[in-house]
């Protein structure tokens, strides 16, 4: 439990290439210093790889250095720009010479191109300072402002009341002098106006917060959205152990079934100077109810649309065709749509997710974003991904013929996806070896057979090199922390004729990050086994078997739910990954399981707590303590469990409901009443508590309290802004009026919900295995 710089090691991370491929930048911390440094490997220009040594970047150098590459590159790839502290940058690719183009007080952001077919084209960019949208054209330096967006609202002439009306309309009427001198005044205010030059439009956002304002590519459109806030009651955390001596409050969040932001998107025409709203009315399925409102009893019959969220828009990069993302506010529908800008603002249906649970799955993107989506080379056709076959896969639809194509198949999630260079091709990252391995592979654009360009066991995350020759792979095993490699496959050098390189070299490890204390202690290969769970599914587990077992075992409970942990990469978990190498040292066997509702296993799998947390993946972690009798002589009398986050919420149903599965357990940070929680999170799993109070019921541990009998440790942070301590201190008071005595509270004044100190991980842990020592 000691701080992980001296004792594990910093493992290195955020890699970047240079625009030439030549130099490889990332983040490490060898040397045990207070924060990472910036450090460098460059590469000969020849046929081999041949790294050089990592150094540290200086502080001039790194002053000095592009951010890293993105999509911000000019149509022939020769320029990109990036955002350096708040200013405008040009670079030219090929000599790494810059140009800065910006140097204010205020903060320039989000740089693109204008790809307009004028003449010129590719000279102009556009950017943000503030709420406005600029655009700079880099040959001549003009400056135009594209947008004027307001805050508050228009104060313009009072209103007349129909009295004032009458009686100005009168005067005019009854005296020709006032007559005439108002057709002068209004004579000159239309030559003033003529004569003045053009101006954005002012748009007053009056109580409304503005996000994300997007030019077209031809530079006519801007396409934004307004969202305003509900009025809903927020938390606060008291945070007790303060510099001034005071109690000071740390402003929280609200509580799921609050109120949520209500948003509009608009569309600015500029050539016409007109702004209208994006109509959703006519989404096919947006009065649809959900499917626990139509069989409950207390069934909503309003026909009314649903709210939802527009994101985007993702154009072709001819700039001829627009698509955005449409998310019910509910997360229950995502429809891809087609924005047709022209004339009148209109949406056309491409596809439509539904899912009775919630619309989630890797590269589908949050309720606010597009996820994985993007144009292929012939600007007709869009890519994106979707669970409509249970795995998160690609597909295709034709934006004008709205022919559909599913491109990959199978039982495994692609879990990142992206086009090459000249979208010939996709780069994956996928778990299809395995579900605990993931393995980076190209194929081509159309779908077909994919390549593997990675062949270490474990988690293989790349970064490919801009001349797409090369990858960067951060690596982790089981046993072995994160390190950074490159490879230069020979399927890539052969895609590119003059950087032929010959056969596939093996990947080259760059960095050696433990320290060797760590290096020291004989870490084990956990066993990744199956269980079967007793409705025939098979729950992936880490298992790790002592040499002398003493009958105890120890299930831990990884935390997020949607997170993966039976895998054979090195675990976020890395503390408790140490602590059961301490645990089996004693003689425990110990068992992690990915249960019901983790990740990288499909929508059904994700999908199976809906409506009732604590069901499925409470019975799995049952199912799998029964397994550990039944297969590795643990004693029926001495299995405990323990977890945070979720994990805590998991270890509290488990003694509350199954008390006779599990003797002793360790709830840390745990959710103990789920209407207490985000919205979020819990809205996508539980619905609304005001909407279905019984999945609320039947999820939160607080309701069932009085099923313990084993013996109970409750941990929480006292400032976790995530899960509140009100949870654990209302399940106290709980206990205490329930008469239980085989409990205890240990609270931590300076921790919020991922501990910091040494010295509090240490306290904790030092319970933990009090606990079970002497309760199993």
């Known amino acids: ?73 000019n149509q022939a790839r020769t320029q990109r720009l990036f955002e350096r502290q708040g200013d405008l940058f040009l670079v030219d690719v090929k000599t790494n010479a810059q140009r800065q183009l910006t140097n204010t007080v205020e903060t320039e952001s989000d740089p693109a191109w204008i790809q307009s077919g004028s003449a010129g084209a590719g000279q102009r960019i556009v950017f943000r300072r503030s709420p406005n949208l600029f655009s700079l054209d880099l040959s001549t330096g003009l400056l135009t402002q594209l947008t004027d967006f307001k805050t508050g609202s228009k104060k313009g002439d009072p209103k007349l009341t129909d009295e004032e009306k009458f009686l100005k309309a009168d005067q005019l009427r009854l005296s020709a002098v006032l007559a005439e001198r108002k057709a002068k005044k209004d004579a000159a205010d239309r030559i003033t106006k003529a004569d003045r030059p053009r101006r954005p439009k002012e748009i007053y956002l009056d109580d409304k917060q503005l996000v994300n304002p997007l030019l077209s590519p031809d530079g006519r459109f801007i396409t934004y959205r307004l969202s305003r806030s509900a009025s809903a009651k927020t938390t606060f955390v008291p945070n007790y152990v303060t510099e001034s001596g005071y109690t000071e409050d740390i402003p929280g969040r609200t509580k799921v079934g609050a109120p949520l932001a209500a948003q509009e998107f608009f569309v600015y025409d500029i050539q016409k100077d007109t702004v209208r709203s994006v109509p959703t009315k006519e989404i096919p399925g947006i009065t649809d109810r959900p499917a626990f409102l139509k069989a409950g009893s207390k069934a909503d019959t309003s026909r009314k649309a649903r709210p939802v969220v527009i994101s985007g828009p993702v154009w072709s990069e001819d700039g001829k065709l627009a698509v955005v993302v449409v998310r019910s506010q509910d997360n229950k529908d995502r429809w891809i749509m087609r924005l047709d800008l022209a004339d009148s603002p209109q949406l056309t249906l491409l596809d439509r ?152 070299p093996t990947p080259i490890r760059l960095t050696d990050s433990p320290t060797d204390a760590f290096k020291a202690y004989p870490w084990r290969e956990p066993n990744l086994v199956t269980i079967p769970a007793r409705d025939g599914q098979s729950i992936y587990a880490r298992l790790y078997k002592p040499e002398k077992a003493n009958g105890k075992s120890v299930v831990f409970v990884h935390g997020a739910g949607y997170l993966q942990n039976a895998h054979k990469w090195w675990s976020q978990y890395f503390r408790e990954y140490m602590f059961h190498n301490l645990l089996t040292d004693q003689g425990y066997t110990v068992l992690d399981i990915d249960y019901r509702a983790s990740s990288g296993y499909g929508r059904d799998w994700r999908t199976g707590i809906y409506r009732h947390m604590g069901g499925k993946d409470l019975t799995d972690h049952v199912d799998a303590a029964q397994w550990l009798v039944k297969t590795q002589g643990v004693d029926a009398n001495r299995i405990g469990i323990y977890g945070g986050s979720y994990g805590g919420f998991i270890t509290l149903m488990a003694l509350f409901t199954a008390p006779e599965t599990f003797k002793a357990g360790a709830a840390l940070r745990p959710v103990t009443d789920w209407a207490a929680y985000n919205h979020p999170y819990t809205a996508n799993i539980l619905n609304e508590p005001q909407a279905d109070s019984l999945a609320y019921r039947q999820s939160s541990p607080i309701n069932f309290a009085e099923g313990l009998r084993g013996h109970l440790l409750i941990c929480h942070g006292v400032v976790d802004v995530n899960v509140h301590a009100q949870d654990a201190i209302r399940l106290a008071q709980r206990l205490i009026e329930l008469k239980k005595e085989n409990w205890e509270l240990a609270l931590y004044p300076v921790e919020d919900h991922g501990f910091v100190e040494p010295t509090s991980w240490m306290d904790e842990y030092k319970r933990i295995l009090k606990l079970f020592n002497e309760r199993l």
Do not use: C
């Open 1 to 73: 439990m000691q701080d992980p710089r001296g004792w594990v090691g910093t493992s290195p991370s955020s890699p970047f290439w240079s625009d030439d491929s030549k130099t490889l930048y990332f983040s490490w911390n060898p040397t045990r210093e207070p924060g990472d440094s910036l450090y460098k490997v460059t590469f000969s220009a020849g046929k081999t790889l041949a790294p050089t040594k990592p150094l540290k970047v200086s502080p001039t150098e790194r002053r000095t250095l592009a951010t890293p590459p993105n999509a911000v590159f």
């Open 353 to 504: 997710q539904h899912d009775d649970a919630w619309i989630g799955g890797p590269g589908v993107g949050p309720n606010g974003g597009t996820g994985n989506l993007g144009f292929l080379a012939d600007n007709q056709t869009i890519w994106f991904q979707s669970e409509a076959d249970g795995y998160s896969h690609i597909y295709t639809v034709n934006v004008l013929t709205q022919a559909r194509k599913q491109l990959t198949s199978g039982k495994f999630e692609v879990q990142q996806a992206f086009l090459s260079r000249d979208k010939t091709h996709f780069f994956l990252q996928t778990n299809e070896v395995h579900p605990g391995e993931q393995h980076f592979y190209r194929m081509p654009a159309t779908g077909g057979a994919r390549t593997r360009l990675t062949t270490m066991t474990g988690a293989n995350d790349v970064t490919l090199s801009p001349d797409e020759t090369r990858l960067a792979i951060r690596y982790s095993g089981s046993t072995q922390p994160w390190e950074l490699y490159v490879s230069a496959p020979a399927e890539l050098q052969s895609a590119t004729a003059s950087k032929k390189t010959g056969a596939t």
